[in-house]
């Protein structure tokens, strides 16, 4: 019982950095209907440069947050430099595109830190027992990160009138821009966002989960088939599912085998792509013309 | 005129002109693959035998995103799956090299058409999702499974044989796996020129206008699905052979995004691109793993991917044509230069035979009619001559019921936009469907046709319900449409879109397409296709890209096209909108002298005095409901459709009624 229980935080914990990452995907897909598969290498990217800025001498707070600043900077750049480029951007492209740009981090990753995996030092905090169950203080970060901004950007997007024009800008986006946004800074805030959420996933877990160069891709596509729970538009389910990932995956671990891990969210992401394609939470739309 | 000159002037047909390209191509191509082991460094030979092996699957993916429109991130793992498959029946089924090489192959695709029959169903990018989960399964399952060698994979079988001759070094095995590029490349060459593969690009430019033409869209994405992971399993056999030692670095990602690059540089939807492109990515690779070292002291590992993502991104950004792209504007270039050179002297002799030409294929074949608005002497006697009125399928006796619609009911959400319609169409004749905007028109046409799927209500076509089922159902059985907002199949010609109105009328499938065994039946419809036009006094324009038409006459183009189909049943949504009055009064003639061969037609308008003059019946819609129905003179003095025109004024409505009285 107490092994479940433990597998369970450390799911929670995992998943929690599924659900930021599925945030920032539906954060960008929603405004600009790209699927950005670069967005778990934001996280890497946050989590090498904080530890570089800790070995170059940066207390742990100040380093995180010229991360966080950076790779904000870096996805809106990713935006301006790339992606607006596209006249015709379809879905399709885009995964295409931003497979491309994802390729790049990396490689550009692999050559400034190395091919080894680093980790950041934990955060303050002490760990705790509960029950039989130590929590790490980490772990409590990492939820209390999904919490705070993961939260924050829901309610961002669903609550306030930027947030709404932003998701109409999408749909609509002559609409958008009558009640005055226009899609190319939706669609610069909507990067900003998901380069802030990245980073934030990157950081937290770091101390952790570690970072390495080519980690990104792997952890992009989890938050990715989170995200496909939720329809890839409702930031609720995909948090959701993005947990129950994480938990899944570490009983996987536990019970059956540690490499076999990785694999279940594919499994799940094909499953659900033949049951139920438009998401767990959505009625399945069956319009053709 | 003879129909050898008609063939002649119009010169797409045959076999020679058809296949130059591809022929002189592959010709040239095979001198080169025969030279290269003699003149090739050893580390020169070693990236050539890769980017062989490397452009079978990319050859696969080029048939799928250019034919289906999709992309597979996991190229790699039916890559992965037939090397994997080859190298275990090899080495612990000792079974025969080339039954192995079968095994491998079918293994790939049947893991394609696994994944495949559910995802196809689906637009847009979950196959590309599907597939890239599909890619890190494989790779994990092959490091996991004890099967498969865990990490380090399965070895220890033999090279291959050929007529006792081992093969065991770079030059020969060059040459073992360059004859199975050569064939692939043909094969994938006709696919794309081939009924599906034409059926396919025209999916991709407009899915409805396709289906309603009677195109299989998911069956044949299913198929070309199949058939790129076959090339791709191919590739993976050879990869086997080559390294003689399969582990689960072959199902990593990034080949996939290599495999993907070489398409993507290549340009989409283009094989020879795609062999190019493996090419160049290859040399690419080999260039980026020596260079970057060099530039960056310490640099190890996949630091090619630098090369890659920037490649990419730039391709996408700045050349979404891709290398083919680059080639055909300066191949273009080329040739209008040469043009220009040579046409000055005989340019006059040209012009000449070009307004000969012209007016001889205008509106042929209707008896007793002149064309109208002619004011070309010539077209009188073209109506003797060689061209036709496209031929009429009729498969019920004149007055028997064709279409039988009852019940049909659409909703959106609280919103009734057809109610409880119910209608009979009798063969033989043209029934006009009239109301205001709003009305339910193209919602009853969408329904009828397969486009939407009804609430409720049964349509009945030839006494076969075909409500809710894809409109390829009901346009294989002959019935056809024309849309009110344009459906162009605008990456090709004029000619190319009425060709794709004879899809239903053809037969050859993939496997022939593939074989290049359709040729005359394709040049055949091509041939129809032209007299089509050349009635609809479009036969000038041929040979023009169908986007660059003017607005009026894509919609003759369009149905020309419906025509092709020899259809039973045809339905025109508004199609005199946006016609110059001598187009209106050409295809009422010619809708006139379509039903007195027998032909059922209901046309959607909106020019009430057009259908009243043309319609035998006329049903009216308002608000969803079917107000009236009858013969055009009952319907006219009908109230409720005075009313329903013109609102409860009823000076204004008489008003209206005299100037529709005027008019006919």
Same mark, same amino acid.
């Given at each position: 019982?107490?092994?479940f ?9 995992q998943?929690?950095?599924?659900a ?8 960008t897909y ?12 934001y ?13 170059a ?8 947050? %010229?991360? !966080?600043?950076?790779?904000t ?9 790339v992606?607006a480029?596209?006249?015709n ?5 885009? *995964?295409i ?9 990396q490689?550009?990753? !692999?050559? %400034?830190?190395?091919?080894?995996? /680093?980790?950041l ?8 027992t509960?029950?039989g ?6 772990e ?7 919490v ?19 998701r109409?800008?999408?749909?609509q ?9 226009s899609?190319?800074? +939706?669609?610069?805030?909507a ?6 959420v ?5 950081v ?15 952890? #992009?596509? /989890? ?21 129950l990932?994480?938990?899944?995956e570490?009983?996987? $671990?536990?019970?059956?085998?540690s ?26 739309? +069956?319009?053709?013309? | ?16 002109p058809?296949?130059?390209g ?7 191509? $095979?001198?080169i ?11 020169m030979?070693?990236i ?18 250019g ?10 793992a039916?890559?992965a799956i #037939? ?5 275990i029946l ?16 079918a293994?790939?695709m049947?893991a394609?058409l696994?994944?495949?029959?559910p995802?196809?169903?689906?637009r ?5 999702l +599907? ?8 790779m994990?399952?092959?490091?996991e499974?004890e099967?498969?060698g ?9 090279r291959?044989?050929?007529?006792g001759?081992?093969?065991d070094?770079?030059g020969?095995?060059?040459?073992f796996?360059?004859?199975f590029?050569l *064939?692939?490349?043909?094969?994938a ?10 059926a ?8 409805l ?5 009677g ?27 080559q ?21 993507v ?6 094989v ?6 493996a ?11 020596d260079? %970057?070292p ?5 640099a190890?590992?996949?630091?090619q ?10 391709? *996408? ?11 055909k ?13 040579s ?5 006059? $002799? ?12 205008a509106?042929g ?10 004011g ?17 399928s009729?498969p ?7 279409? &039988?619609?009852?019940?049909?009911t ?5 919103v009734?936009?057809?109610d409880?319609v ?9 029934m006009?469907?009239i109301g205001?905007?709003g009305?339910? /028109?193209t ?6 046709t397969?486009? *939407? ?5 049964t349509?009945?076509?030839l006494?076969e319900?075909?409500q ?10 002959g019935?056809?449409?024309?849309f ?12 190319g ?12 499938? %993939? ?7 359709? #040729? ?8 129809i ?10 036969g ?11 607005f ?5 183009? &369009?149905?020309c096209?419906?025509?092709a ?5 045809l339905?025109?949504d508004?199609?005199?909108a946006?016609?110059?009055?001598s187009?209106?009064e050409l295809?009422a ?7 007195d ?22 049903a ?12 055009p ?25 005299k100037?529709?009285e005027?008019?006919?």
């Amino acid at each position: 019982m107490i092994d479940f229980l433990q597998l369970t935080v450390a799911g929670l914990s995992q998943g929690s950095v599924y659900a930021l990452l599925a945030v920032g995907l539906i954060a960008t897909y929603t405004v600009r209907h790209v699927v950005n598969i670069a967005q778990g290498d934001y996280a890497t990217l946050a989590g090498l440069g904080s530890i570089s800025l800790v070995t170059a001498g940066l207390p742990l707070p100040v380093a995180i947050l %010229i991360a !966080l600043i950076s790779v904000t900077l870096a996805s809106v750049l990713i935006e301006r430099l790339v992606i607006a480029r596209v006249k015709n951007l379809t879905t399709l492209v885009s *995964i295409i595109l931003t497979l491309g740009v994802s390729t790049l981090l990396q490689a550009i990753m !692999l050559l %400034i830190w190395g091919a080894e995996a /680093k980790r950041l030092p934990a955060f303050p905090g002490s760990d705790l027992t509960l029950g039989g169950v130590s929590i790490r203080s980490q772990e409590l970060w990492m939820l209390g990160a999904l919490v705070v901004v993961g939260g924050g950007v829901l309610l961002f997007y669903e609550k306030t009138r930027w947030g709404k024009a932003l998701r109409a800008s999408a749909e609509q986006p002559v609409a958008a821009r009558i009640v005055g946004i226009s899609p190319a800074a +939706a669609s610069v805030i909507a990067f900003a966002i998901a380069g802030f959420v990245g980073a934030t996933a990157g950081v937290v877990s770091s101390p952790i989960y570690l970072s390495i160069w080519s980690g990104g891709l792997l952890l #992009g596509l /989890k938050g990715f088939v989170a995200a496909v729970l939720g329809g890839l538009v409702s930031f609720r389910a995909a948090i959701v599912g993005a947990l129950l990932l994480g938990i899944i995956e570490s009983y996987v $671990a536990g019970y059956v085998a540690s490499g076999w891990k990785d694999a279940v969210a594919f499994f799940i992401l094909i499953i659900v792509l033949i049951i139920r394609p438009a998401g767990l939470v959505l009625r399945p739309n +069956a319009v053709r013309v | 005129m003879s129909y050898l000159n008609k063939a002649a002037m119009r010169s797409k047909t045959g076999f020679w002109p058809n296949n130059r390209g591809t022929i002189l191509g592959v010709a040239a191509f $095979a001198v080169i693959i025969a030279i290269i082991p003699f003149t090739a460094s050893s580390s020169m030979m070693n990236i050539a035998v890769f980017s062989m092996i490397f452009a079978l699957p990319a050859i696969g993916l080029s048939l799928l995103m250019g034919l289906a429109g999709q992309v597979s991130l996991g190229q790699a793992a039916f890559f992965a799956i #037939g090397a994997y498959t080859h190298a275990i029946l090899l080495q612990k089924f000792e079974m025969p090299g080339p039954v192995a090489a079968v095994g491998g192959v079918a293994a790939a695709m049947l893991a394609a058409l696994l994944i495949g029959l559910p995802m196809l169903r689906l637009r847009g990018h979950y196959l590309a999702l +599907a597939t890239l989960g599909l890619g890190f399964i494989v790779m994990i399952a092959v490091r996991e499974w004890e099967f498969t060698g865990r990490t380090t994979g399965i070895y220890g079988y033999g090279r291959p044989e050929v007529f006792g001759i081992p093969i065991d070094n770079n030059g020969l095995f060059f040459w073992f796996v360059a004859p199975f590029v050569l *064939i692939g490349l043909v094969l994938a060459l006709n696919l794309t020129r081939s009924r599906a593969g034409r059926a396919l690009s025209a999916v991709n430019d407009s899915e409805l206008a396709a289906e309603s033409l009677g195109v299989n869209t998911y069956a044949l994405r299913v198929k070309v699905f199949t058939l790129s992971a076959g090339f791709a399993g191919l590739g993976g056999v050879f990869y086997a052979y080559q390294v003689q030692i399969v582990s689960p670095q072959v199902a990593e990602f990034h080949v996939s995004v290599e495999l993907l690059l070489m398409v993507v540089l290549g340009g989409l939807g283009s094989v020879w691109g795609a062999v190019a492109g493996a090419f160049i990515v290859e040399l690419l690779s080999e260039g980026l793993r020596d260079l %970057i070292p060099a530039i960056i002291p310490g640099a190890t590992g996949e630091v090619q991917l630098i090369g890659y993502g920037l490649v990419l991104i730039l391709v *996408i950004i700045l050349l979404p044509g891709g290398l083919y792209q680059v080639v055909k504007s300066a191949w273009a270039a080329i040739t209008r230069r040469r043009a220009d050179a040579s046409a000055k002297p005989s340019s006059a $002799a040209s012009v000449d035979g070009g307004s000969g030409e012209v007016p001889t294929r205008a509106f042929g074949g209707l008896p007793g009619e002149a064309p109208a608005g002619a004011g070309l002497d010539e077209a009188t006697d073209a109506a003797a001559s060689d061209a036709r009125i496209p031929t009429v399928s009729t498969p019920v006796a004149a007055g028997q019921p064709i279409l &039988e619609v009852s019940g049909l009911t659409k909703r959106y959400g609280g919103v009734v936009a057809v109610d409880d319609v119910t209608l009979t169409v009798p063969a033989g004749q043209i029934m006009g469907l009239i109301g205001p905007n709003g009305a339910g /028109k193209t919602t009853c046409f969408n329904m009828i046709t397969g486009a *939407i799927a009804p609430t409720s209500g049964t349509v009945r076509f030839l006494g076969e319900e075909i409500q809710g089922r894809k409109p390829h159902v009901g346009a294989e059985a002959g019935l056809t449409r024309t849309f009110q907002n344009l459906q162009v199949f605008s990456s090709t010609d004029v000619v190319g879109n009425v060709y794709m109105g004879r899809y239903r009328k053809g037969r050859a499938g %993939i496997l022939r397409g593939m074989f290049g065994l359709q #040729g005359r039946e394709q040049y055949a419809h091509e041939e129809i296709a032209h007299d089509i036009l050349d009635s609809m006094r479009l036969g000038d324009v041929a040979g023009l890209a169908a986007g660059d038409l003017p607005f009026g006459r894509q919609r003759m183009m &369009e149905v020309c096209r419906a025509l092709a189909a020899e259809p039973a049943l045809l339905l025109l949504d508004e199609p005199m909108a946006g016609l110059s009055g001598s187009e209106r009064e050409l295809l009422a003639q010619l809708l006139r002298a379509l039903r007195d061969a027998g032909l059922t037609i209901v046309l959607v308008e909106h020019d009430v005095a057009q259908v009243m003059a043309l319609a035998d019946t006329v049903a009216v819609l308002d608000d969803g409901v079917l107000i009236a129905h009858g013969d055009p003179e009952s319907v006219r003095n009908d109230p409720a459709v005075i009313v329903a025109y013109l609102g409860t004024d009823a000076e204004e409505a008489e008003a209206e009624l005299k100037e529709l009285e005027d008019q006919s």
